[in-house]
């Protein structure tokens, strides 16, 4: 029997900006935004910046899992807070990309348990203007072929810089079977949402979670004088009390081939602060 199972993935989480309008979408506006149940969602959120714009402490950790997210995804900035290292082997539904060297802690593909269908979750790091990281080509085949022995719906949270990257590595999953691919990273929302061989669900980059008046989340200031000077200075999130939440909903088949995928943003504004 067919049944379409449906996963909401929201884009990188940036600082308390982000922790807030994330938190009041799942419980205000989820439904009126998506015209479907929570609890009838996979739902995932990519983290790497949710705790003040670098990293993921495990108290903020926490508080996504009370928030009822199936699983969290994470880039490059997740090893930012030291205290990653000493949860990070516990957190069950947290993970890191898998293209790090072979012992680092944390894992890089899962497969969860929804409502009697698995899904498998691969998080990978892009390398064209990233740092040089495994080759994504190579280990997303393992990790694709160890999950397509249990499941054939996979989901991969692609964090990478370059556009023409994402789009190959996509077509490239595409042709190994995989149901969703959503890029992450750059925190800019892209419009080329689309149904890839009728196979994969695809967008170049989901946008993020966090303030709307910033630069991709940070401070204008900051970023303003890093980038006429060059010289380095530390970044600090914005707090401008407007906030923007980016995300996409795909609906996927059983038998692992996406059916739509639609992306969603929606901004609010905390005139009495972000608490
Ligand atoms: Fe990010
Ligand atoms: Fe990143």
Redesign the pocket.
Same mark, same amino acid.
């Given at each position: 029997m067919t049944q379409n199972i449906n996963i909401v993935f929201l884009g990188?989480v940036v600082g308390k900006p982000g922790r807030k309008i994330v938190k009041d979408f799942l419980t205000d506006d989820f439904e009126k935004v998506l015209g479907l149940k929570k609890e009838d969602t996979f739902l995932i959120a990519n983290v790497? !910046?949710a705790s003040h714009g670098f990293g993921l402490t495990q108290k903020n950790y926490e508080d996504f899992v009370g928030q009822g997210f199936n699983c969290l995804t994470s880039? !490059? &900035?997740i090893w930012d807070k030291k205290d990653i290292f000493t949860y990070i082997d516990e957190a069950d539904i947290l993970l890191r990309p898998f293209n790090y060297p072979k012992d680092t802690k944390g894992i890089g593909y899962k497969i969860f348990e929804f409502k009697e269908v698995k899904i498998g979750v691969i998080n990978m790091l892009g390398r064209v203007f990233m740092s040089p990281y495994d080759s994504p080509w190579e280990t997303v085949k393992t990790a694709i072929e160890e999950i397509k022995k249990e499941t054939s719906i996979i989901f991969v949270d692609f964090?990478a810089e370059a556009t023409a990257e994402k789009i190959c590595f996509a077509k490239y999953c595409s042709d190994l079977g995989v149901s969703v691919v959503a890029g992450? &990273?750059t925190h800019v929302q892209t419009a080329d949402e689309r149904i890839i061989n009728e196979q994969t669900a695809f967008i170049t980059d989901v946008g993020f979670c966090g303030d709307y008046n910033g630069v991709i989340g940070m401070e204008y200031e900051t970023s303003l004088h890093r980038l006429t000077t060059n010289l380095p200075e530390r970044f600090d999130i914005a707090q401008t009390n407007s906030c923007v939440l980016n995300g996409v909903l795909a609906v996927v088949s059983n038998d692992g081939k996406a059916k739509t995928i639609k992306r969603f943003c929606i901004t609010k504004n905390y005139e009495e602060g972000i608490k």
């Open positions: 990188d790497e !910046n880039g !490059n &900035h964090h992450t &990273h």
